[in-house]
């Protein structure tokens, strides 16, 4: 047996209660022929597993068991885990709380959200910096900034060749210690991308359009998408510096978005793509990526302007109702657990900051846009509050929200054009506005 093996078996013997578990972990690995290293706060079972040839498992072959038993190790999880099939490899962290396991699809995340870089620093930069400290970089996506294309917007997605080597880039860049441009910056997760089913996705006919100027408008759009063939595009949305295009027909679609990714239109170099069909019951962060139709807007019970005139649509809908119709609403995908568990005595609770958690702990647009401020590094928002007196005597509140960039000193202001019965309400419809025209 190799002397790696040894240690760490030895080694966790020591951990577990003594030298009767570090023999069960010998015994194991003697058995399998599965090698064993403890290495960055896990310890690592196979890998490949002995007799493997060909590459590592494609992505989608790895699950997350979560609330491991403390006192449970590989020499009880591999004969549990092998009844469904061959391990390659299992990878074991070395702090575990819980009494009951969890397991669920590993995302197989290979990407992370790089935040608080400079605004004048380019994608060869930024990807040469993490190339200094980090291993297995593979991209670098950088948004250009909405009002001065030749600014990114203060973060970057870091691309990885995979879930591993952004694991160990995330462990490496997270303590501080790395100060690119001497800036302190912020690492997390990136949240991952939607999956589409491929049978879905040929049936898409509306292309996402990035990168266009603020100032550009709808009809301008619509009629660079109609120059290759007239008459295709049925309508546009757009919305800050991203639009919609929808076509009538998919073919048009597809040509167009082969012809027109890379055009400049009033001087910003577009990119196009096929838009990705949003959920009817996916969650409300969804709902901000402008697909939502002003029809649909009307049905959630808010009084819309006539003729400039403010007239009800009747009775008001429920709060969960007007929120996208979700009592929790959360990030796509993943719903927001509404429960509550007892504390045990004994039970250890670590002070942390609300920054550090994901999107999925947040249930309401203001902590959401709170988030995406400090990502960002952007001054916390302003709510000013504001009122009228509807017909029949009733106050009718709207809030403004201010939200300041603290690179650039820059200032912008958002409020919906509906108005709310309560405090509560007006707050979470001037977030969510803000957050979908961000």
């Excluded at 790696?4 to 003697?30: P, T, Y």
């Excluded at 929808?246 to 679609?253: C, I, K, L, S, T």
């Amino acid at each position: 047996m190799h002397e790696e093996n040894k240690a760490a078996a030895n080694g966790c013997g020591r951990i577990q209660s003594g030298a009767q578990n570090g023999a069960a972990l010998l015994a194991l690995m003697e058995k399998t022929g599965y090698s064993m290293i403890q290495q960055n706060g896990q310890r690592k079972f196979g890998g490949p597993p002995p007799g493997w040839e060909g590459p590592p498992p494609p992505r989608g072959c790895e699950v997350f068991v979560g609330k491991i038993p403390r006192d449970m190790y590989e020499d009880e999880l591999v004969p549990v885990f092998e009844r469904a099939g061959k391990i390659y490899e299992l990878r074991l962290m070395m702090e575990f709380s819980g009494k009951f396991i969890g397991v669920c699809v590993s995302l197989d995340n290979c990407r992370l959200f790089i935040g608080a870089i400079p605004k004048d620093k380019k994608k060869e930069e930024i990807m040469n910096e993490m190339k200094k400290v980090t291993e297995g970089v593979v991209d670098v996506i950088v948004y250009p900034n909405a009002a001065d294309k030749t600014k990114n917007r203060g973060f970057a997605f870091v691309e990885y060749e995979s879930h591993r080597a952004a694991a160990m880039a995330r462990r490496r860049l997270i303590p501080g210690t790395f100060q690119p441009w001497g800036h302190t910056i912020q690492v997390d997760w990136a949240d991952p991308e939607k999956v589409v089913d491929e049978e879905t996705m040929q049936r898409v006919k509306v292309l996402y359009v990035r990168n266009l100027m603020i100032s550009t408008t709808e009809d301008k759009i619509k009629a660079e998408f109609n120059k290759f063939k007239p008459g295709v595009v049925e309508r546009v949305k757009k919305l800050r510096d991203y639009a919609f295009v929808h076509f009538f027909h998919r073919e048009d679609a597809v040509a167009a978005m082969s012809i027109m990714n890379g055009k400049c239109i009033d001087g910003a170099s577009i990119e196009v793509t096929l838009a990705k069909p949003v959920n009817k019951e996916s969650s409300w962060k969804q709902h901000f990526n402008g697909q939502m139709s002003p029809s649909s807007e009307n049905l959630l019970g808010f009084p819309i302007k006539v003729d400039g005139t403010q007239k009800p649509l009747g009775k008001p809908a429920s709060l969960s109702v007007r929120l996208n119709g979700q009592h929790s609403p959360g990030p796509p995908e993943v719903e927001v657990e509404r429960s509550t568990y007892p504390i045990f005595p004994g039970i250890k609770l670590t002070p942390i900051s609300m920054y550090s958690l994901k999107l999925s702990h947040f249930s309401s647009a203001v902590m959401h846009l709170d988030y995406f401020c400090h990502k960002n590094s952007w001054a916390p928002p302003e709510y000013c509050l504001y009122s009228t007196t509807s017909q029949d005597g009733k106050i009718l509140l709207v809030y403004k929200v201010l939200i300041s960039s603290i690179a650039d000193d820059s200032q912008s202001y958002f409020m919906p054009e509906k108005l709310c019965t309560t405090v509560e309400d007006a707050k979470e419809l001037a977030a969510q506005f803000t957050l979908l025209h961000l």
